[in-house]
């Protein structure tokens, strides 16, 4: 079972009756399975600070609940976890967080096992699919027992491989019943300085807690010389490499740590050695005890660890690799074919826009030819920064910079940003670029689209009146196929002296319910071989022989190509004016 899935099935089975997440790689698929279960009520939330404390509203209520993202999202997520920490909970209350080392979808590789610190709530980490089904349904026993919210740590790795899982059935606490309690619920200064010590009371617990607990276990090894303190994938890649040479400490429980047990590994020992990835999170607690070790002097503070890399800095034999007698060209992440947002962003860069870009797939924009994006911070980041910017240099600015963001990314953080805008009057135009979908982590709905995430009707959120509600009196809405349209659209509204929107509005090219036309084709004796048309960046558009040819297993005929074309040389569609 995937790790994820192993996830959802450890919710099912710990009777988990909400969950609330909002979608992010490596994060995603806990919810898309768990929505599979017809017990268990599921929900995209527009971000992940509204999903925890609509999770937290749901555990108030007295049923079990989860919110699932990626670790980018609990830095949304942490001002309601912070101050959760100290009303703690009354049902069960689980947050799920997945880091990406490696950084393979995301704009940082930040640790999460700070914030189980800073927030003073307990982390579970597994390094396989049976653990995150078991540590799971743990979590939920552990923050009813100990009144806190519970973080379930993930990684790429585990989130997405594969290993045997033993499932179980369903067993579904009792509801808890909902009693006032204005002393632990609401949290104004006068009671949140009486719960700070209920905390940091039920810290110890848990440490002392962590201290027998199975899942913080030591393997022994024939090889006292070394022994290795480890969690999650990095266990695994520390088993293949050593099998049962070295003993090993592999905790289950990252925060807070088991301090009587570290210390007793530690003494059996002549040498000590922490493996994580990331940062040196293990290694500084155990240095805070006095420990000497080896940890991050030897291993890297970037990227994913391998076996190899294990191997080679234990000293081990290891595989040195091999190399294919030629080399294999690289192959850059460019908008797949017929992607809506590629004649937009060909229009920003021919009018010569500086561009301020979002999170999602249309993040690619920065990425040759197009090279359209300058900036992508976070989401939402672009209104609000155009804004800046803008104040900051004048008209000079106002004329020539714009913010693109996606509807899914728009509604999870880029609202307030628009309201900036409307309250503090600068003259910006944004971009909104909605294909209809949450296109970047597989196609999940959000409020604009009309569908739940289980594909039933829900409430749609109308873009154009909400941006006119917030003061917009200039708002369009363009086809980004047409890029003469697109063009008059940036220029009109570049040139206006008031803030503006554009929306972009087609539908993603790779929705299952979109219909294309029959893929376009080149009359060879017309080509020029001027390729003018590769300027989009179009995976379907190649030259052979000096001419352009079209790849028609990728086309859907969207015509952005012909129109660049002024020698009629696409067969099927018209060009640009």
């Known amino acids: 079972m995937l790790g994820n899935a192993a996830v959802a099935r450890g919710l099912y089975e710990a009777g988990c009756s909400v969950v609330s997440s909002y979608p992010g790689t490596p994060s995603t698929e806990i919810t898309e399975e768990a929505v599979k279960f017809d017990e268990i009520y599921c929900e995209w939330a527009p971000n992940e600070k509204v999903a925890l404390e609509t999770a937290f509203g749901a555990c108030l209520g007295g049923k079990r609940a989860f919110c699932g993202m990626k670790h980018v999202g609990l830095n949304v997520a942490a001002d309601p976890l912070f101050t959760m920490s100290y009303t703690g909970v009354n049902a069960g209350l689980v947050l799920g967080v997945a880091d990406d080392a490696g950084m393979h979808s995301s704009q940082n590789e930040q640790d999460s096992r700070h914030y189980a610190r800073a927030a003073k709530v307990p982390m579970l980490e597994p390094s396989d699919s049976a653990e995150a089904l078991q540590f799971a349904k743990l979590a939920f026993e552990l923050s009813e027992s100990f009144d806190t919210p519970v973080l379930l740590k993930m990684c790429t790795r585990v989130s997405h491989s594969q290993s045997v899982v033993e499932t179980g059935e369903r067993t579904a606490p009792p509801e808890k019943p909902y009693e006032k309690n204005i002393a632990k619920y609401v949290m104004m200064p006068g009671n949140a300085i009486r719960r700070h010590p209920v905390v940091e009371a039920r810290t110890k617990k848990l440490a002392e807690w962590a201290e027998t607990a199975e899942i913080n276990r030591i393997e022994p090894g024939e090889d006292k010389k070394l022994g290795i303190i480890t969690s999650s994938t990095s266990y695994q890649y520390v088993k293949e490499v050593c099998g049962d040479r070295f003993p090993i400490l592999k905790l289950g429980m990252v925060w807070p740590l088991p301090e009587k047990k570290i210390r007793e590994f530690a003494a059996s020992v002549s040498l000590l050695c922490v493996v994580e990835e990331l940062d040196g999170f293990l290694e500084g607690c155990c240095r805070e005890m006095g420990l000497a070790l080896t940890g991050k002097d030897v291993f890297p503070l970037e990227g994913e660890l391998s076996q190899n890399l294990v191997a080679e800095k234990l000293g081990l034999p290891h595989e040195t690799g091999r190399t294919l007698e030629e080399p294999i060209p690289a192959r850059p992440p460019v908008m797949c074919a017929g992607c809506p947002h590629r004649g937009l962003f060909y229009t920003?860069?021919?009018?010569?826009?500086?561009?301020?870009?979002?999170?999602?797939?249309?993040?690619l924009?920065?990425?040759?030819?197009?090279?359209?994006?300058?900036?992508?911070?976070?989401?939402?980041?672009?209104?609000?920064?155009?804004?800046?910017?803008n104040k900051a240099q004048g008209e000079a600015a106002e004329s020539r910079t714009v913010a693109v963001i996606g509807d899914s990314t728009f509604m999870h953080s880029g609202m307030t940003g628009l309201a900036n805008i409307a309250y503090n009057q600068s003259n910006s135009t944004v971009i909104i670029l909605d294909n209809s979908i949450t296109g970047m982590?597989?196609?999940?709905?959000?409020?604009?689209?009309?569908?739940?995430?289980k594909g039933d009707p829900a409430g749609k959120i109308d873009l154009e009146a909400l941006c006119r509600a917030m003061g917009f009196a200039r708002v369009r809405v363009v086809d980004p196929y047409d890029l003469a349209a697109c063009d008059r659209a940036v220029k009109e509204e570049l040139a206006a002296k008031e803030p503006s929107v554009i929306i972009s509005r087609r539908p993603c090219?790779?929705?299952?319910?979109?219909?294309?036309?029959?893929?376009?084709?080149?009359?060879?004796?017309?080509?020029?071989?001027?390729?003018?048309?590769?300027?989009?960046?179009?995976?379907?558009?190649?030259?052979?022989?000096?001419?352009?040819?079209?790849?028609?297993?990728?086309?859907?005929?969207?015509?952005?190509?012909?129109?660049?074309?002024?020698?009629?040389?696409?067969?099927?569609?018209?060009?640009?004016?």
């Open 509 to 577: 090219a790779l929705l299952k319910y979109v219909r294309h036309k029959p893929p376009l084709s080149v009359d060879a004796e017309k080509c020029k071989g001027c390729k003018s048309c590769m300027r989009i960046g179009c995976p379907a558009i190649s030259m052979r022989d000096g001419k352009a040819c079209i790849d028609a297993t990728q086309c859907v005929g969207c015509g952005v190509c012909a129109q660049l074309c002024h020698f009629d040389a696409f067969c099927g569609a018209g060009k640009e004016e």
């Open 441 to 453: 982590t597989g196609h999940q709905q959000n409020p604009t689209t009309g569908y739940n995430i």
């Open 365 to 389: 924009g920065a990425v040759a030819p197009l090279a359209a994006m300058e900036m992508t911070l976070c989401m939402g980041a672009s209104v609000s920064a155009l804004h800046g910017f």
């Open 348 to 363: 920003l860069a021919k009018n010569k826009c500086t561009v301020l870009g979002d999170i999602g797939c249309y993040t």
